[in-house]
């Protein structure tokens, strides 16, 4: 294994310590917070979003991206998110996604951040080349969202107030345990 390899594994390995930690015992903000610290040390070249500086963005000057399976996004997710897989290859979601992107901020969320950063790393740079403005992950995901009581959808824009909590060790970032469902 080389030195740059070497560095990405004890950073990685290093960023699911102090959140694993942090999820054993710990069902407030100051979780997400640890969490996205890092999610940033992991993946530095990823700039975030709060969720404050997301709603003041124009509706029609953003594109969403939710990178979760298809019972998680089923639940709730943010309005009018395109949901992609997490395992999406990089080259597939350029394809795929990158007219839609030209000219617009492309925002990717999970539930937590990374997995939507995971994907951001692979693809900003390319969605940048094709002509999109920006791309940033959504700093905590759907459960920081959820935790402001941000809106949430089913079903198209049908409201609602639930969030899947992904698994129940990770579901403890989520305040309102009453409000998860799977």
């Known amino acids: 294994m080389n030195g740059k390899a070497k560095m990405s594994v004890a950073l990685l390995l290093c960023a699911l310590l102090v959140a694993a930690g942090y999820i ?20 530095v070249q990823v700039a975030h979003i709060d969720g404050d500086s997301l709603s003041a963005l124009r509706h029609e000057s953003v ?8 019972p998680e996004y089923s639940v709730s997710h943010l309005k009018d998110a395109i949901r992609v897989d997490p ?33 951001a790393d692979r693809v900003q740079g390319d969605l940048i080349s094709s002509g ?21 959808y089913t079903s198209g824009t ?4 639930y969030v899947h909590p992904y698994d129940p060790v990770w579901g403890r970032m989520v305040k309102d345990q009453k409000n998860t469902r799977y």
């Open 87 to 119: 395992d999406m290859s990089a080259q597939d979601f350029v394809e795929r996604y990158s007219d839609l992107s030209k000219g617009k901020t492309v925002i990717f969320y999970c539930s937590v951040g990374q997995r939507s950063s995971d994907l």
């Open 63 to 70: 594109v969403l991206f939710d990178v979760r399976e298809v």
């Open 24 to 43: 054993l015992f710990a069902r407030d903000e100051g979780g997400l917070a640890t969490v996205h610290d890092g999610i940033e040390i992991q993946f």
């Open 132 to 152: 999109a403005k920006a791309a940033y992950n959504l700093e905590g995901g759907i459960f920081k969202w959820h935790n402001e009581s941000r809106p949430l």
């Open 158 to 161: 049908k409201p609602t107030a």
